[in-house]
């Protein structure tokens, strides 16, 4: 055991790894890059946009020399609401780099049509699950069985877990209940892991953004700028995809030890109720 250890700490020291759903664009590429500058080598996951995913790919070993660290940055398409792509992802991040530090299920789409819950079809209901909720599931159900592996492995390691989940976890919107009820679920999801996991040494949190400027948002710019405009938060500007990077930086660093399961509000203050 002796000469197993002094052999590993002899070996140049091996860069934590994330693995970012949906980190072409918007939020995902924020935390992508905030982790880039932090050293972390990276699978950028995409579903269709491959130049997006490339973009971000390069975005993110440029910030990182920026920062003093060489990292390398992958990318992966797969859809996290299928199975066998899921599967191809572990896959993957597994010949990339050997090791998985932290998981972030970030991919997500928006309530396709916004209709009214009058009108929701089940159509739209079972497209948005399959991404925002049966994806981090069983995401984290694959990455949980190689994170114990490692834990095992070695004691020192602690990988973890982070959803990205919203404030439509707990406010609701009527021309959104798929992707309400989804964000509630994940939240579920999130204790779940946590208490599952908590013996293995694995945190798993919850980061719930408010309202950020990305391409989701971007339908619905006008709307936000005059509800920002009139206090809807006591922070009175839109999120930035970097306001979430920063919080799951944190998170990864493993500045919360004695914490899981919990839940990181970045949303500007959005949950003060103001008489
Ligand atoms: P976005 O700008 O629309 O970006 C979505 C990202 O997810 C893209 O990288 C996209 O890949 C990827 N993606 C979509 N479907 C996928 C799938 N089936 N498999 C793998 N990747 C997929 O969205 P965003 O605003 O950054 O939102 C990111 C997350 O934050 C979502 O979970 C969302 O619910 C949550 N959130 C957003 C806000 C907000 O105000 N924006 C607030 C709270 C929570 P491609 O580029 O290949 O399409």
Request: hydrophobic share 45%; proline share 3%.
């Amino acid at each position: 055991m002796f000469i197993v250890r002094v052999v590993l700490y002899a070996l140049p020291r091996m860069n934590q790894v994330a693995l970012i759903t949906g980190a072409s664009r918007g939020i995902g590429r924020g935390i992508a890059l905030e982790l880039a500058a932090e050293g972390f080598d990276l699978v950028i996951n995409y579903a269709g946009n491959q130049a997006a995913a490339a973009e971000a790919a390069k975005l993110c070993t440029e910030r990182a020399a920026t920062a003093g660290h060489t990292i390398r940055a992958e990318v992966c398409q797969a859809d996290v609401g299928q199975a066998p792509d899921r599967e191809r992802l572990t896959g993957f991040t597994r010949e990339s780099f050997g090791r998985l530090d932290l998981l972030v299920n970030n991919a997500g789409i928006t309530s396709i049509g916004r209709a009214d819950l009058l009108d929701a079809t089940e159509e739209n209901w079972d497209a948005l699950m399959a991404v925002n909720l049966k994806g981090p599931f069983f995401l984290s159900q694959l990455a949980a069985r190689w994170m114990v592996e490692q834990t095992e492995f070695d004691a020192e390691r602690r990988p973890k877990i982070i959803n990205i989940s919203s404030i439509s976890a707990h406010a609701v919107s009527t021309n959104r209940g798929d992707y309400c009820v989804a964000k509630a679920g994940l939240g579920m999801v999130t204790k779940l892991f946590a208490a599952r996991l908590a013996d293995h040494g694995i945190n798993v949190y919850e980061v719930c953004p408010g309202v950020i400027a990305s391409d989701m948002t971007a339908p619905v710019r006008e709307k936000y700028d005059k509800l920002i405009a009139d206090g809807l938060t006591p922070i009175r500007r839109w999120g930035e995809p970097s306001d979430v990077g920063k919080a799951v930086v944190a998170l990864a660093h493993d500045y919360f030890p004695f914490t899981t399961g919990e839940v990181f509000n970045v949303d500007g203050g959005f949950n003060v109720r103001k008489l």
